[in-house]
């Protein structure tokens, strides 16, 4: 069984810690391995302390971080639930803490709201034979609409993307989303090196932030713009699920502990 150089990355507020309790029997019942790896787990100082991570958290090589830095806020950008503040600060920290605290060469982001369920075997080393920036679950739209035009402007400043043009990726008349070939990361692997570069980006005009409101579609954009590697591959399919509320995520975490699938 194939397993790359990684560190587990998770981050919690209140509601999400809950959550972290019901499916982490679930990732280390179905993918055991994931034990043989780092674990860092960022936490939402406002609403969940370091002990409560431990208390529930049984991984023998875990890690907490506080977040975010003091007196740093989070402001909404846009309107609905793209903009809600709290989502933004814990988005913001799925960029910002791995690339101050992982050592590791990849780190996976798996978000607690996604079950475990198969085989342990679901890492493919072809993955990794190219270096890419990212692997993760394949997304065909963005929302806002506006969000890559936004990126594109905010990236024009910088000679980093001097030699790459705009994406211009713009949505139809009236859409509320664009559509488009990216990412969702609700399960993935990014690059340590790659992830330092989206966190060194914003250290001039917005520390510990992000140009907009997603960490995904901040990180795949970075990627695209610079034509770097980035897997698409479907995360279902290797053993991991996605839920939408709560009650679907208790009745999987059930099934998988109680069926083993």
């Known amino acids: ?29 179905a993918k055991p391995s994931l034990l043989n790896h780092p674990m860092l787990v960022f936490y939402d100082r406002d609403g969940v302390t370091s002990e409560q991570i431990f208390e529930m958290v049984d991984h023998p090589n875990l890690t907490t971080v506080p977040w975010c830095p003091p ?12 903009g809600c503040p709290q989502r933004y600060k814990m988005l ?16 996976l982001k798996i978000d607690v709201d996604t079950v475990a369920n198969g085989v ?5 080393e072809e993955w990794f034979d190219d270096n890419p920036a990212i692997i993760s679950h394949p997304w065909g739209f963005t929302k806002p609409p506006n969000q890559m035009l936004e990126l594109d402007k905010w990236a024009d400043r910088f000679l980093t993307f001097s030699n790459n043009p705009p994406l211009n990726l ?3 008349e009236g859409w ?24 060194g980006l914003t250290i001039d005009d917005c520390p510990y ?5 997603s960490q995904d579609g901040y990180m795949w954009y970075v990627a695209k713009r610079l034509e770097l ?19 679907s995520i208790r009745k999987s975490v059930e099934r998988v502990l109680n069926n083993g699938q």
């Open 209 to 213: 932030q992000l140009p907009v409101s």
């Open 229 to 247: 590697g980035i897997i698409r591959t479907n995360m279902k399919s290797k053993g991991w699920d996605h839920l939408s509320s709560e009650s």
């Open 92 to 107: 913001a920290g799925f960029v910002h803490v791995p690339a101050r605290y992982v050592n590791t060469k990849y780190w």
């Open 170 to 172: 713009k949505p139809k």
């Open 71 to 82: 007196n740093i806020s989070y402001e909404r950008r846009v309107e609905g639930k793209f």
């Open 176 to 199: 509320s989303r664009v559509r488009h070939k990216r990412i969702i990361s609700w399960v993935g692997f990014f690059s340590t090196y790659f992830t330092k570069l989206c966190a």
């Open 120 to 124: 342990d075997d679901w890492i493919q």
């Open 1 to 29: 069984m194939f397993e790359p150089d990684y560190t587990i990355v998770c981050g919690v507020d209140k509601k999400h810690l809950r959550q972290l309790t019901w499916t982490w029997a679930t990732w280390k019942f």
